[in-house]
């Protein structure tokens, strides 16, 4: 299947929101796979272990969706917490919200509107990237028109690998949309004699805005 777009965070964040005497701390963080977010997840378990709840939820880009209440009146936080990742179409992502009761209750809008808010605070705080898919494109060129096309390919590409042998060869990235253009400047620039070829395709983190 072709590769599509899909928002991820940059980094691991921490924020805390006060409400009527409960403290809730929210976190979320860069995951890959579902073993590295059960470890992120006993971690903030094992630091916060005298916390009331420690509610949580997980998305990830092979389809996996978790997410728990634990304890919590049923739908009043760990849905939340997924609503805000799947809002905002983020991926490889895991929130856990831990929850100190103050005395005083919240009811069920007003827990949803706390475990909503502090996710969302924790994936605000945590950055915003953009896996783009790109192209991945090779070609070769030879030693007389290197110096006229490497800054062109350095500012129009991000370049994998160089190698240097009888000519050089470039392996770079390039957004999808833009691969066909560029691979068309090539040959222009490279009258005809450097034929690039899409040999793959491959994700590029690009920071959201």
């Known amino acids: 299947m072709p590769l599509k777009p899909y928002k991820t965070p940059e980094k691991a964040s921490e924020t ?14 860069p995951v890959s796979s579902e073993e590295e977010a059960l470890a992120f997840l006993e971690e903030v378990r094992k630091r916060h272990y005298d916390a009331t709840h420690n509610c ?44 100190y009761f103050g005395g005083i209750l919240l009811g069920s809008g007003g827990l949803v ?9 924790a994936l605000n705080a945590s950055g915003g990237l953009v896996m783009t898919p790109c192209s991945e494109i090779e070609f070769t060129v030879d030693y007389t028109r290197y110096g006229a096309i490497e800054g062109f390919v350095r500012s129009n ?3 994998k690998a160089t190698e240097f042998t009888d000519s ?13 253009g560029f691979i068309a400047d090539i040959i222009e620039r490279t009258d005809g004699r450097s034929t690039p070829k899409v040999c793959g395709e491959e994700y590029l983190p690009v920071k959201n805005g």
């Open 16 to 29: 805390e929101y006060i409400v009527n005497r409960s403290r809730f701390i929210g976190r979320c963080f």
């Open 56 to 99: 949580y939820a997980y998305t990830l880009l092979n389809g996996t969706r978790r997410f728990s209440d634990d304890g919590e009146p049923g739908g009043t936080a760990g849905m939340p917490i997924m609503d805000t990742l799947i809002r905002s179409s983020t991926e490889n992502a895991l929130i856990v919200v831990t929850r």
């Open 113 to 121: 509107r706390a475990y909503s808010k502090s996710a969302s605070d």
């Open 157 to 159: 590409s991000t370049v």
């Open 168 to 180: 050089i060869l470039f392996r770079c990235l390039v957004e999808k949309e833009r691969a066909e």
